[in-house]
């Protein structure tokens, strides 16, 4: 039973990152204010070569400096 229960899981978590990976929309993932993941739509829309050129920065960092604080506080409200 166990064992069966691991493979939905399994089958669950690949079909949830192939849409996640075929999406038109950016999912980008953050905590704590970095990056810890990003689709592969949202590497083309960053315009950088891969998900490592963004994994572990902020995403402010991406904002322009006119913007930053309107961002800030956009991503902290709760």
Known sequence: MQQKMQEDLRHSEERYRTLVDWSRDAIVVQRLGKMHFVNPTAIK??????????????????VHPDFREAMSQRLNAK
């Open 45 to 62: 829309m960053m315009a950088v070569t891969s998900a490592s050129d963004l994994i572990g920065k902020s995403a402010l960092e991406l």
